[in-house]
């Protein structure tokens, strides 16, 4: 009864499940894999997991994910992967080892979901609050944090800043004379 539920779970839960042996080739995928990544059972199995790399992560980054899952037992964090059609997609993804009685790593067992929409979503609230809708131009909210940072950045670097402000006056009678394109 509990392989029975398992089973279940593992075909049926909307989060992505990779499983593989412990010299990383694919043994195992389940419904959701296939809706996300657009790779189906059988062109996965055998396959290492690199198939769905998109190039955007360095060796740096891959060798700090397996140093922390060999001592931790387990990765979280987000991933940028690439579907079988090629599209770059970000996922938020948990990585574990599955050890046997021996303390053998026998398995490791991904499971992801596809965050891309909610990255886009975050980069646009995120661009809209620090940009001026009409031209697309910095505002000053992103003004305030730029010049913030290089305060700081200098203040550390015991080095010096200029900052030039130019104000222009009437140029609101050339927006609304000529048009926001010209002004």
């Known amino acids: 009864q509990e392989l029975q539920l398992a089973q ?3 075909e049926t839960t909307a989060e992505a499940m990779m499983i593989t042996d412990a010299n990383k080739k694919i043994v195992a995928v389940n419904p959701a894999f296939t809706d996300i990544t657009g790779y189906g059972r059988d062109q996965a199995m055998g396959q290492d997991p690199h198939i769905l790399s998109s190039g955007r992560h360095d060796q ?7 140093s922390t899952l060999a001592v931790n ?7 940028w992967n690439r ?3 090629g599209a770059a997609y970000v996922q938020r993804v948990t990585i574990s080892c599955i050890r046997n009685r021996q303390g053998q790593i026998t398995n490791y067992v991904g499971v ?18 620090s940009h001026d809708a009409l031209t697309g131009l910095p505002n000053r909210a992103l003004l305030h944090d730029r010049l913030e940072q290089a305060i700081s950045k200098a203040s550390r670097d015991d080095s010096g ?9 009437g140029f609101k009678k050339i927006n609304d004379t000529y048009g926001h394109d010209a002004g």
Request: glycine letters at 4%; zero cysteines.
């Open 8 to 10: 279940t779970v593992f």
């Open 60 to 66: 740096a980054f891959y060798t700090e994910m397996w």
């Open 73 to 79: 037992g387990h990765w979280r964090g987000e991933v």
């Open 83 to 85: 579907r079988a059609d």
């Open 112 to 129: 992801f979901s596809d965050i891309t929409r909610e990255k886009e979503a975050s980069e646009k609230l995120r661009h809209t609050a």
């Open 161 to 169: 800043l200029a900052l030039l402000f130019i104000d222009l006056d």
